[in-house]
């Protein structure tokens, strides 16, 4: 009898220590907070490293946009001749934009010019919106030019849809 109440006391005692592990809320809400706080670090890295990829995707598009529009504007504004102009920019823009252009049409216009894209701007709701600002010589006679252009992308990369050109002179 003796023995089988050490059995017992032994079961008995084992079982609450089984159960005083098992039900601890020392032993177990610590390991599901850190659970916790590891997944939402997890999920806060994540969302951080998403956000720093689409931050340099836009980045590195805009730059892109810069570059071309700083490209296409200088060669608008340096030229022997129109035509000759309109062939050099066609590359930058869609098919429509073209057309809409008339970059295919020769004036005969025989006109050499040289200048430079001193500003580009972009559009702060409308982000394929950008004015470019330069000025362009023709005759020896300098002349401010504003190049309105609307951009679209096509297989990744951004091409001009829509030019609006713009002369001003200065009164005084």
């Known amino acids: 009898m003796k023995e089988q109440l050490k059995k017992l006391s032994w079961v008995i005692l084992a079982l609450i220590v089984v159960l005083a592990i098992a039900f601890n809320p020392f032993t177990n809400k610590p390991k599901h907070e850190h659970s916790s706080q590891q997944k939402r670090t997890q999920t806060e890295q994540v969302s951080s490293t998403n956000d720093n990829e689409n931050e340099k995707s836009t980045t590195e598009k805009s730059d892109r946009n810069l570059a071309m529009l700083k490209k296409f504007g200088e060669k608008w504004v340096n030229y022997h001749s129109i035509i000759e102009r309109n062939q050099s ?3 930058y823009f869609t098919e429509d934009g073209a057309k809409e252009s008339t970059l295919d049409t ?5 006109i050499t010019a040289t200048g ?3 500003t580009i701007s ?3 709701t409308n982000k ?3 004015v470019l600002i330069g000025t362009e010589e023709t005759r020896k006679n300098p002349t401010k030019i504003i190049l309105e252009v609307d951009t679209i992308t096509e297989k990744d990369k951004a091409l001009i849809n829509h030019l609006s050109v713009s002369y ?5």
């Open 89 to 91: 920019v066609k590359a």
């Open 106 to 110: 020769d004036p005969h216009v025989e």
């Open 116 to 118: 430079s894209i001193d």
């Open 122 to 124: 972009q559009d702060l």
């Open 128 to 130: 394929n919106h950008f």
């Open 168 to 172: 001003v002179r200065q009164a005084y």
